[in-house]
């Protein structure tokens, strides 16, 4: 059978394995939707209560800011670089494989990173992080897509999405609490237990599902280019803001990444069982999926990124209260995307999606609007609104791309979710920090001069800038309490009208993806699979 007709095919075939009729535990539907979310929950978490460990990881282990920011960089590289070839690995192996594979793996590199003593031994685990946690990832989708019948596969993915929103957000809370009552290696021994958890259950629950047409062979020199070209875009992404996106290195590794999925493209043309069968594109509903979730990642991560500055630089919170402020994004996503799941289910992802995206337009407009002295009230406002917009988005936008591929390309569909989302974040984060970075230059000098504070030469202004873009007031030591005051106050104003562009930007993007919404449509498996029986 040819690519083409492969992914056209929507008949009885695909959907009988999609809804195994389910007796006791093995492959139960709604158990297999609890054991593999304790996994997600395990990654998702990891995700942002790293951050919060990173200053006592470096006071303890006397490393450098590079060092770092190694700890967040070596773990999105090879996270984002494995996520498709991991998909693909589950689609010829199978998603149990892959999946108890990818558990226990990240389970034993979070314990051994609370047993380092050493930057090095840190950063070279959260690598074996990355990689365990791609095989994870998409393995989860493919059994959720396989275990679950059509007309209940929304649901599933809504509460897979809730999963996710919730442990994300909720990370910085419990970093917090452990950090500061605990000690910095309790954030990674947690997920030794938890992982031994999702391990045992997934032994016991999750069935192994094989499309007949399962690939049999691997790419190999297709996984090498697509590998290659992912690593130098997003690794063009991560240093941009330091070496500058006029530098000959930043536009070298983009040339770089372009050359190679051109490379790639090529390639999967010629060979027998590509990676990733580009036919897979001419589904439009699956394309504008995985161009929605690019666009969804850009508008809420690179506009989340400069909240947690401004809750904790500007308002002056502590960590976990910055994490408890955002509670409301929390909450509206646990809420929303089980809901969300329904509606989609009764009403099709076009409306559901385009509302969303209006929502987080509106809601990162109103972040554009949040001034020094705004009321917890009023921040929480849009925040929920921005949970309340993302909840379909995530649900809809993964039931799409997962949807409209066929059964024996699941994995790697699920592969190009989370990867169209790590680079969206990426993306978001590198763009909108340039646009306030930009902005910041900008305004500094002349809301210096406004404040009838001392001329500052080149060199001090491009520190001070640096420090006012995370909203820190570059006051130094010995400096008049009167004086100081007026900094803090040019500084926290210089960083919200950056901010405040930077949100407007991703406010822009949201609305884009508006009418990129418009073009999704129920996957196509999912509308063969009406007379399914339910669970």
């Not at 020199?221 to 992404?237: E, K, Q, R, T, Y």
């Not at 803001?241 to 930043?250: C, E, L, V, Y």
């Not at 209260?321 to 329904?342: E, N, Q, R």
Request: some cysteine; overall charge neutral; glycine content about 12%.
């Amino acid at each position: 059978m040819t690519s083409q007709t492969t992914i056209e095919a929507t008949g009885q075939g695909d959907e009988a394995l999609a809804a195994p009729a389910a007796r006791g535990l093995r492959g139960h539907p709604w158990f297999t939707l609890i054991t593999v979310a304790v996994g997600v929950m395990m990654v998702a978490l990891d995700g942002t209560i790293v951050a919060i460990a990173n200053p006592a990881i470096a006071k303890d282990l006397g490393a450098t800011f590079a060092d770092v920011q190694w700890i967040t960089n070596a773990y999105f590289l090879a996270l984002a670089v494995s996520l498709i070839t991991a998909g693909k690995l589950g689609d010829r192996f199978g998603h149990r494989q892959t999946f108890l594979i990818g558990v226990t793996g990240f389970a034993a590199a979070s314990g051994a990173i609370g047993l380092s003593n050493s930057i090095a031994f840190v950063v070279t685990f959260r690598v074996f992080q990355g990689l365990f946690g791609a095989l994870l990832m998409p393995a989860a989708l493919g059994l959720l897509r396989a275990t679950f019948p059509a007309e209940k596969l929304n649901m599933a993915i809504g509460i897979w999405g809730m999963v996710i929103g919730a442990s994300t957000a909720g990370g910085p809370i419990l970093g917090g609490l452990l950090v500061q009552h605990v000690s910095w290696q309790s954030v990674f021994f947690i997920n030794v237990p938890v992982g031994l958890i999702a391990l045992v259950l997934g032994l016991l629950i999750l069935r192994d599902h094989r499309a007949e047409n399962a690939p049999r062979s691997f790419d190999l020199l297709g996984i090498a280019l697509l590998s290659g070209a992912m690593f130098c875009l997003v690794w063009a992404l991560i240093k941009a803001p330091s070496w500058g996106w006029g530098d000959g290195k930043t536009w070298l590794f983009i040339v770089g990444s372009v050359a190679g999925f051109a490379l790639f493209s090529f390639w999967e043309t010629r060979v027998k069982e590509p990676l990733i069968p580009l036919a897979l594109f001419r589904s439009v509903p699956l394309s504008a999926g995985v161009v929605l979730m690019v666009l969804m990642a850009i508008a809420f991560m690179g506009g989340l990124f400069f909240v947690t500055f401004y809750l904790q630089n500007v308002h002056g919170m502590s960590p976990v209260d910055a994490g408890l402020h955002l509670l409301p994004l929390t909450g509206m996503m646990i809420v929303g995307s089980p809901l969300a799941g329904l509606a989609i289910t009764k009403l099709g992802p076009r409306i559901p999606l385009a509302s969303g995206m209006a929502a987080t337009a509106v809601a990162m407009y109103g972040m554009s609007t949040l001034k020094a002295d705004t009321g917890s009230g009023l921040m929480s406002v849009w925040f929920a609104l921005l949970g309340f917009g993302l909840a379909p988005v995530m649900v809809g936008a993964t039931e799409v791309i997962v949807g409209n591929a066929p059964m024996e390309l699941s994995g790697v569909a699920g592969g190009l979710q989370q990867a169209a989302m790590q680079i969206g974040g990426s993306l978001g984060t590198a763009v909108l920090g340039a646009v306030m970075a930009s902005k910041v230059d900008h305004d500094l000098a002349g809301n210096w001069a406004k404040a009838g504070l001392p001329k500052l030469t080149d060199a001090q202004e491009a520190l001070a800038s640096q420090s006012v873009q995370q909203g820190v007031a570059p006051v130094g030591e010995g400096t008049p309490q009167a004086i100081a005051a007026k900094i803090a106050s040019v500084a926290h104003d210089t960083f919200i009208s950056g901010m405040s562009l930077a949100s407007l930007v991703a406010a822009g993007v949201a609305a884009v993806a508006i009418l990129v919404a418009l073009l999704t449509k129920r996957g196509e498996n999912a509308e063969a699979g009406a007379g399914v029986g339910h669970i």
